[in-house]
């Protein structure tokens, strides 16, 4: 069939009148600035004054002199001249005693009650296995799932997808929820599954005579999804767990996630330094920037001792936000593991963990290690900028990175800052747009004409309120092909 291609007019915004000039308030001010720097990454690091040109051309219309805007970003520790004065909170982090074995096959662990450590046992070659995990702490269904998984398109437990099994396999195997139309993809997830009915459908598999009230659980797993809250749906999981668990089973997974490194949310939040829009804080920590975040916090506590009422005497709110803020500095992918959870940072780590659909856990050498090195990871998307980078390990691990590559980049990013007129400065903006040209956004126009496939960005930016904006705006015009 012939293609044809048009252009519409897709933007039904009303055009904008001149606008009158306002005061922005601070918000608006943080707001602006961090989400300028997630545009324009190599913006951040600009001095004041050619960031007060950049934000005056974004926004004509702010009464806003350079002196407010200076010490508005000082103040939320956006712009600094000496980066020792930033808050962090990394000595504020708590280490309690850890309960795994102290040497596995290829690494040791070393820890004490201020730092915790893997290190290389023997000799590794790019490429190694250095060790598995076969499960996190406790498996949590992922919460972005949970329309999918409440529809029976992923699987209850692990949240796998569901549409490659047939619903004769279901039947067959008997992997339908008998009062729901939840769905496990396997008899393993059926078997390993103690928290769904309960949680769901006011019954426990053990019988135990821990009563869970599951109207209220669904009301805090509603309220957590809304507030893009994934750090106290977790920790609700986590204690659904180790209430239904056997005792045995219960004692050990309380002892595991107790073990893991803690700070308060409360100590975290503080050095959130913006909003939603663009913000550096993990908008899915339930730090995000609600202005008050504690009426969050406490609703949440709230519906969590609703649902676990027997906890309300053992968990305080002060406890709850604790266990938050324990889960977020040790998440990966939304999952708790042990053993992994004691890697420390780097921006160029030598070592990667994969993570397969059975949430199996692997790390392998990313080049070679010598015995007794350090094993590390990363914990931020190594692509991303340095400023970027450390403003991330900062606010959601509480630490400066001063890894190796940072420092190398850092000196990089000030020369090329410092020096407007220098020959780095022409080399540097050769070398920009080189690799601009190289991550053009592709020419929909073009990849139409050639049949492809492609992938369309979607915002990952929040609108006001946390919530996820359920549409996307095209900037005016969008081109698409039309069967004729
Ligand atoms: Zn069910
Ligand atoms: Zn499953
Ligand atoms: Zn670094």
Redesign the pocket.
């Known amino acids: 069939m012939p293609v044809t291609i048009k252009t519409l007019l897709l933007n039904d915004a009303v055009p904008s009148q001149p606008p009158d000039s306002v005061k922005p308030t601070v918000r608006q001010i943080v707001d602006d600035v961090v989400l300028l720097w997630r545009e324009e990454p190599s913006s951040e690091g600009l001095e004041i004054s050619r960031l007060y040109q950049k934000v005056q051309k974004r926004h004509v219309e702010w009464q806003l002199e350079e002196d407010v805007l200076r010490d508005t970003l000082i103040k939320h520790s956006l712009y600094f001249n000496d980066e020792s004065q930033l808050n962090t909170y990394d000595d504020r982090i708590e280490f309690p005693p850890i309960l795994l074995k102290k040497s596995y096959k290829k690494v040791d662990i070393a820890c004490n009650n201020e730092e915790r450590k893997l290190l290389a046992k023997t000799a590794l070659d790019v490429g190694d296995l250095i060790y598995t995990e076969s499960s996190p702490i406790v498996v949590i269904p992922p919460m972005d799932k949970m329309a999918l998984i409440k529809s029976g398109k992923a699987c209850i437990y692990c949240g796998n997808s569901l549409s490659n099994i047939s619903s004769h396999f279901i039947i067959k195997n008997g992997l339908d929820c008998n009062d729901c139309n939840g769905v496990w993809c396997t008899k393993t997830c059926r078997k390993n599954d103690i928290i769904h009915s309960a949680l769901y459908h006011d019954k426990s598999k053990n019988k135990s005579k821990i009563t869970i009230k599951s109207h209220n659980w669904i009301l805090f797993a509603k309220y957590c999804q809304e507030k893009l809250f994934v750090a106290a749906y977790s920790v609700g999981i986590i204690f659904a767990k180790i209430l239904l668990s056997n005792e045995e089973d219960s004692t050990k997974t309380r002892a595991q996630f107790e073990s893991l490194a803690q700070v308060s949310q409360r100590i975290r939040i503080n050095l959130s330094d913006s909003t939603n829009i663009g913000g550096t804080l993990d908008i899915t920590s339930g730090a995000m920037a609600v202005d008050d975040p504690e009426s969050v916090w406490q609703e949440a506590y709230s519906l969590f001792t609703k649902t676990f009422p027997m906890l309300e005497g053992d968990i305080d709110l002060e406890r709850f936000l604790c266990y938050i803020g324990k889960f977020n500095i040790n998440q990966i992918s939304n999952q708790v593991y042990q053993l992994t959870s004691l890697a420390n ?4 780590p030598n070592a990667r963990y994969e993570i397969d659909s059975k949430l199996e856990l692997k790390v392998y050498a990313r080049r070679k290690i010598k015995p007794g090195e350090e094993i590390f990871l990363t914990y931020v998307n190594p692509l991303h900028g ?1 400023n970027l ?2 403003r991330e ?1 900062r606010v959601n691990w509480g630490f400066l ?7 190398k980049e850092l000196k990089y990013s000030k020369l090329r800052i410092n020096s407007e007129t220098s020959q780095l400065k022409v080399l540097d903006e050769k070398k920009r747009r080189k690799s601009s040209m190289k991550s053009r956004r592709p020419d929909l126009t073009e990849l139409l004409k050639n049949p492809q496939e492609f992938d369309l960005e979607i915002p990952e930016t929040l609108g006001f309120g946390g919530r996820r904006r359920t549409s996307v705006r095209f900037d005016s015009n969008v081109t698409f092909a039309v069967e004729e």
Request: charged share 35%.
């Open positions: 940072h780097s921006c160029e340095v980078r450390r390990l990175c001063k890894c190796s590559r940072c420092l």
